[in-house]
């Protein structure tokens, strides 16, 4: 379906942004997903983000791995460059294109079997070397693009699809964050909007190694019988679903909190979410509190969301390394190439 083109008609009267662009412009090809998966409100979060913040789409490079959230770059931001990647790979591509022109805003999109099992090194290291970049995990603890096999993310006791009960211990990819010296670290859930829109403004802006766990349900492989959102319960009360088979015309799970409260959200699985909003007296700077009330809070079987993390004032690769500001597209032959008298000082210095 990514070749259908979206009707370009704009309402007359629809919003502009500083720029004169309506939210049509920063959209992308139509979503292959299934209906009612959280990676495409994730990506509507995304298009809401980049359009209120009026940045131009040639200024954004989507990079992503394998798997449909890797996908989903198609289908937002469609006039920015991108690049699908190889499974697990995403976080090295972004880093070889980020050193060779830190001029563009770039935007990670993975998994958490791509980010948490293939491609963990990979993550880990990026966000240790304080990439300057955004890096969004779109998390429903499966492998959905390959039929929902638990994921690292999967928490202990958790059951599949089938019954079958995890019994391997949870990756925490927040916790991960924290202590591998991410400077903006957030979790959020795709069915709140009204609190993931602006994380991913603040994130977008942050000039550093920004990361967003964003727990994304799927609605094929999350689900189990006696859930009200199941295949079963659906096939006895809707025959569209028997039509469409396992694509359900479902509805996104939305969620409203107040500050300091918790609530409890069933997936499409029947399993159930706690949500903890961050109390208002949480301080977001302290990096070892947050590690310790997270863990806490998890033993407790609560997810938290909010802003977690935030380090005022980052360093990101370019700094650590001391590296030119100009893309190295537009270095001249004489700075490539400074000359032979050049290499041998270069090597002097290194014996
Ligand atoms: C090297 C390699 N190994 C395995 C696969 C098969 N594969 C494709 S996507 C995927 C997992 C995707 O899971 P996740 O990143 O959580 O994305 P989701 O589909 O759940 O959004 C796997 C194992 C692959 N494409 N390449
Ligand atoms: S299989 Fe799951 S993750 Fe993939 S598009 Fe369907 S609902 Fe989304
Ligand atoms: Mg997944």
Do not use: W
């Not at 992308?28 to 959280?38: D, E, N, V, W």
């Not at 990676?39 to 954004?60: C, K």
């Not at 409203?256 to 918790?262: I, L």
Request: net charge neutral.
């Amino acid at each position: 379906m990514t070749y259908i083109a979206k009707p370009r008609f704009n309402h007359p009267q629809a919003a502009v942004n500083a720029l004169g662009y309506t939210r049509r412009y920063y959209e992308g090809s139509i979503s292959t997903l299934c209906a009612g998966c959280g990676h495409d409100s994730i990506s509507g979060a995304l298009i809401q983000a980049f359009f209120e913040l009026a940045i131009e789409p040639h200024r954004v490079a989507k990079l992503s791995g394998i798997g449909c959230s890797s996908k989903t770059p198609t289908y937002f931001l469609g006039s920015s460059h991108g690049l699908n990647s190889v499974h697990g790979r995403m976080p090295s591509v972004l880093t070889g294109a980020n050193l060779a022109n830190r001029e563009l805003l770039y935007l990670g999109v993975s998994g958490d079997g791509d980010s948490a099992s293939i491609g963990f090194g990979q993550f880990a290291h990026a966000l240790r070397r304080g990439v300057n970049m955004l890096y969004v995990v779109e998390n429903n603890g499966v492998y959905g693009l390959t039929k929902g096999q638990f994921s690292a993310t999967a928490d202990t006791g958790s059951k599949s699809k089938r019954g079958a009960v995890n019994n391997d211990s949870a990756i925490d990819m927040v916790g991960l964050a924290l202590q591998l010296g991410a400077t903006f670290v957030a979790r959020s859930f795709s069915g709140d909007k009204e609190q993931l829109v602006p994380l991913l403004k603040a994130a977008i802006q942050h000039e550093g190694a920004a990361f967003i766990d964003v727990i994304s349900p799927c609605v094929a492989f999350n689900n189990h019988a006696g859930s009200t959102k199941s295949y079963d319960y659906v096939r006895e009360h809707n025959e569209a679903v028997n039509f469409l088979d396992f694509i359900a015309p479902r509805t996104e799970i939305v969620a409203k909190f107040e500050a300091g409260t918790t609530e409890d959200i069933e997936q499409h699985d029947g399993s159930v979410i706690r949500l903890r909003k961050l109390a208002s007296d949480y301080d977001p700077h302290d990096r070892i509190a947050a590690m310790n009330y997270l863990q806490a809070r998890a033993a407790a079987g609560e997810v938290v969301t909010g802003l977690l993390y935030l380090d005022r004032e980052p360093k990101d690769l370019h700094a650590h390394l001391n590296t030119v500001r100009v893309p190295l597209n537009a270095l001249g032959e004489k700075e490539l190439c400074p000359g032979a008298a050049a290499l041998d000082a270069l090597n002097a210095s290194l014996r």
